[in-house]
């Protein structure tokens, strides 16, 4: 019989540990978070805020909370010995906290493990510890504030009207993020230039970099060449007109060509650290195209496996076994690459250290075994975190760089290439340039020229944020926590201020609209420093060096309670402009404007139309609407179409033809296609036409007679 309960997060984990602790242990589950705030109280806050005293009421979180904390009760009932082993982060420890208070625990044993393997949790079982308070801190502190900005902030925007429904610390702070890059496109005005290049018969392209000076010496056009080649481009110096573009084009052909310059060097390329909850799901977006939402949720399922270590991490520290482990691998499978000294990793300053990076718990584990125990998408990742721990344990990679310069006439060429001399750790995680070989040449050689040609360009505007992308902007801006990183972004799908349109995000009209206040209302909870350091605060209370009472108390005295009545007065300002059409709010804008008002249109999407969308005014303009027109190749208003007299058309006649579905009469309904007037029959019930079985009782009429492609030629029998 059972003496100790061991209470974790996750049902997901039950059967494992149940496995490896045996029969003396209880396994139950708290489902995640069993007690929240009270919707009680001042604007149902569920806290008191007095002087330098926050006095918060908790309750179980709905009836499933209820149902648990009825279950673990009689859970605790059968044993001796209760054990908190809920999640090893800030949020894992308030949960802990608030089990031991919703079942009147006295001395709750708290114990941490960061993989569900044999030896992780009996090591972790055999040294308990108590509940970190500060770390409880600093999660109820992250609890209070971002429910008292919540629900202090969104009922500024619920006097919009506009649909808006929240607001939140790191919500518009990152909402903030996505809505400044849409606004840095609408403004980009793109502009033309001419990539010039040459091609050589020895096997190779370079582009243009700069004219020489008028010294001649050869020394002097040497000097040249060398600062020419430092300049950072990749591709052509740009040339701003199709004239100047010619011309070099013209010298390229008209003067011999010879190497002026050749630069060479190896360099090292140290192993990429292994993967951080922010980098895992920036790699699986762009290698297996995932949602952080996805990864989290796939990555969860492998922790749970005992398959990888915990996933939510700031940290890229690993464990002394691991790199043991790792290295005994790359003895036995890959000497090559071990090497001499691992490399070191940095943290982030504000990193938990006491965690571990994202790794595999056993690397010998046989691939062709697990490949038949996980899904394709756990396999998929976790091989991407193999590679990416394994990698990290390797040796530098060698690359020699290239960098050679021509001339001809007065005019440098460049080219730049690598050759890999040692893969090191690429064998396992490649994230070197695919550049060109380029061939073995002597200074001063002679080279025959292939051919001589510009390539018009045009500038881009900065791109749109993809959800990895968005995540690696949020952590390098110190905004959210890795735990926060794929909800946040879920909330703002949710909201209906951004839409996933090709992979990217972009902001809605409703999610333009909520930042342009808020930039008005409360500019300072969108800057991404001012929320960041909000976030270094609730790290200082972790560590025990701040009161969170007394911060959050202070933060609402002295910032948040004079923002919100200065806010107050904005409102009106946002009132003035007539609301946006209902349907219109979650429409993606357009590069183009409005006749009228001059805001941008909005896109609706129409299976009806080749472009799959039409425009519309959002800004209130009535009767706006424009179509893609494929002969003029710009959008226009749509014309009232004329039949070929001139006069307009005439509406549709019923027939005796009798509708193949409902046996309805067929009407006959003259259009206009390609600028030639054609003629149709449809059923003349509108109202069935809207059900699918009509959609293809259509006749068209053909020099035969009528026809249909789903009911062939209409018989004469079929009239009345």
Known sequence: MATKLLIVESPGKVKKLSQILGSDWLVRASMGHLRELADDGEDSLGFDISGDTVRCRFVARGSQGKETIQNLRSAVQQVKTVVLATDPDREGETIAWHIQQALNLKNPQRVVYTEITPTAVQAAVSRPRTINQNLVNSGLCRCVLDKLVGYKGSPLLWQLHNGAKSMGRVQSATLHIICERERQIQVFVPQDYWSVFVDYAEGFRAYYRGNATATTTED??????????????????????????????????????????????????????????????????????????????????????????????????????????????????????????????????????????????????????????????????????????????????????????????????????????????????????????????????????????????????????????????????????????????????????????????????????????????????????????????????????????????????????????????????????????????????????????????????????????????????????????????QWEQPQPKKATNGQLPVPAQKTAYLCPVCKKPLEEYAYEKEGQQKRLLRCSDASARKDKKHEQAVYFLTAKGWWSPKFGELPVEKKL
Request: glycine share 4%; aromatic share 8%; net charge positive.
């Open 220 to 633: 002097a056009q040497s000097d040249d060449a060398t600062a020419l080649a430092d300049k950072p481009v990749q591709e052509s110096e740009r040339v701003l007109s199709q004239v100047e573009a010619d011309r070099l084009v013209e010298i390229a052909q008209q003067f011999p060509h010879q190497v002026v310059t050749i630069e060479g060097k190896t360099v090292s390329r140290t192993p990429p650290p292994p993967f951080v909850t922010s980098s895992l799901q920036q790699a699986a977006g762009s290698r297996l195209r995932f949602s952080p939402e996805k990864t989290m949720q796939v990555a969860q399922s492998l922790y749970e496996a005992g398959l990888i270590t915990y996933m939510r991490t700031d940290s890229v520290a690993l464990s002394v076994e691991f790199c043991e482990q790792a290295r005994r691998w790359l003895e036995k499978n890959d000497p090559d690459n071990v090497p001499q000294k691992t490399a070191k990793h940095r943290s982030s300053k504000s990193a938990q250290e006491a965690h571990e990076a994202i790794r595999p718990t056993d690397v010998f584990r046989p691939s062709a075994q697990l490949r038949l125990e996980l899904s394709a998408d756990e396999f998929s990742l976790y091989v991407m975190i193999w590679k990416r721990a394994m990698a990290s344990q390797c040796q530098s990679a060698k690359v020699r760089q290239t960098r050679i310069v021509t001339q001809s006439g007065s005019v440098f060429w460049q080219a730049k290439g690598q050759v890999v001399e040692f893969p090191g750790y690429t064998k396992y995680w490649n994230n070197l340039s695919a550049e060109l070989e380029l061939p073995v040449l002597q200074q001063g050689q002679p080279l025959t020229l292939a051919q001589a040609a510009h390539e018009k360009k045009q500038t881009q505007p900065p791109p749109r944020y993809s959800e990895p992308k968005l995540v690696q902007v949020m952590e390098r801006k110190g905004i959210g926590r890795p735990s926060t990183y794929a909800p946040m972004i879920q909330t703002l799908k949710l909201r209906q201020y951004v839409e996933l349109t090709k992979g990217n995000l972009h902001p809605t009209v409703l999610g333009l609209e909520v930042d342009g206040f808020l930039q008005d209302a409360l500019p300072d909870l969108l800057q991404a420093n001012f929320t960041a350091q909000m976030e270094t605060e609730l790290d200082a209370i972790a560590h025990g060096e701040k009161d969170w009472q007394r911060y959050l108390t202070s933060w609402n005295r002295e910032y948040f309670t004079p923002a919100l009545a200065k806010a107050q007065q904005v409102i009106p300002k946002h009132l003035t402009s007539t609301p946006a059409p209902r349907a219109a709010k979650t429409l993606d804008l357009s590069r183009t404007r409005c006749p009228q008002c001059k805001n941008y249109l909005g896109k609706v999407p129409s299976k009806k139309v080749n472009k799959k969308y039409f425009l519309k005014c959002v800004g209130g303009c009535e009767n706006v609407v424009l179509f893609w027109s494929d002969r003029t190749k």
